[in-house]
């Protein structure tokens, strides 16, 4: 069975989004609706661990029972407001791919992989992503793009990249994730798929246990990544195609 298709997270994965995208915006949404806090950044990496904004905003009121409790269609329309002033961030260029991003995407189309996202984020920021970086058609290059509430259950239930495979038509064996987070690692491996780690700031140190390597970045040539885990720990790498196709085919085996 041949390697077949990447299937990338988002935040974190894709782009660095969270502290000074996702946070700020967040923080702005706040303000706008009166709300006495804000999130710094020790606070809104704790939450990380709660997947889903709108999911991540109710924990952090339950945590906090002191202070002025929205309802949920409050929260939705904070989580509105706040993804407005994340998509006018990220139009005005502020943030770009991780190393090796556009690399990698570039050589997986030009060795006939097929494309993918699985994320919990909602399409209005992935689609402002996607073009702010990588340009107006995208969208276009990914087969399926899976986000937001398409499906019942977030990270790190594996419903998200359920969705994915099927609307790929392929079976997980065939496919690897490349991720940031415990949640999002917990969330592929549920769905049976190998998966490639790139961790963050946010999510140095979390569990990755059964990650088939973890990556500070993808790496570019002239700034190579470090194997954090898995073989060939302490080695610099820059991912490629070839790379990780010797990295999957460790899973035939075992």
């Known amino acids: ?13 894709l782009a660095d989004t969270e502290r000074d995208a ?18 710094d ?7 990380l661990k709660v997947t889903g904004g709108k999911e991540r905003l109710r924990a952090y009121l339950n945590a906090h029972p002191h202070l002025p409790q929205s309802s ?16 006018e961030m990220i139009n005005a260029g502020l943030l770009p791919l991780r190393p090796g991003v556009a690399r990698l995407l570039d050589a997986a189309q030009a060795h006939g992989l097929l494309l993918a996202i699985a994320t919990t984020t909602t399409p209005a920021n992935v689609e402002a992503l996607l073009r702010s970086t990588l340009g107006v058609e995208a969208a276009q290059r990914f087969h399926t793009i899976g986000a937001g509430d398409i499906v019942p259950r977030k990270k790190p239930a594996p419903d ?10 392929l079976p997980a064996t065939e496919c690897l994730a490349i991720e940031d987070s415990a949640n999002g690692l917990r969330s592929a491996q ?3 798929l190998a998966t490639i780690v790139t961790q963050t700031e946010y999510t140095a140190g979390q ?11 993808l790496g570019e040539v002239a700034a190579p990544a470090h194997v954090l885990q ?6 610099e790498v820059v991912v490629d195609i070839p790379g990780l196709h010797r990295w999957w085919e460790e899973t035939q085996h075992t």
């Open 160 to 169: 998200i990249y359920a969705y994915v495979l099927r609307e790929m038509g």
């Open 1 to 13: 069975m041949p390697l077949r298709a990447l299937i990338f997270d988002v935040d974190g994965t």
């Open 22 to 39: 996702h946070r700020v915006a967040f923080n702005r949404a706040f303000a706008a609706a009166g709300l006495p806090f804000s999130w």
């Open 72 to 87: 949920d269609a409050d929260i939705v329309a904070i989580h509105r407001q706040k993804t407005d002033h994340y998509v």
């Open 230 to 235: 898995g073989n060939g720990s302490g080695e």
């Open 207 to 217: 569990d990755f246990s059964g990650a088939l390597r973890v990556l500070d970045h």
């Open 41 to 47: 950044v020790p606070t809104y990496g704790h939450y």
């Open 190 to 192: 549920g769905a049976g």
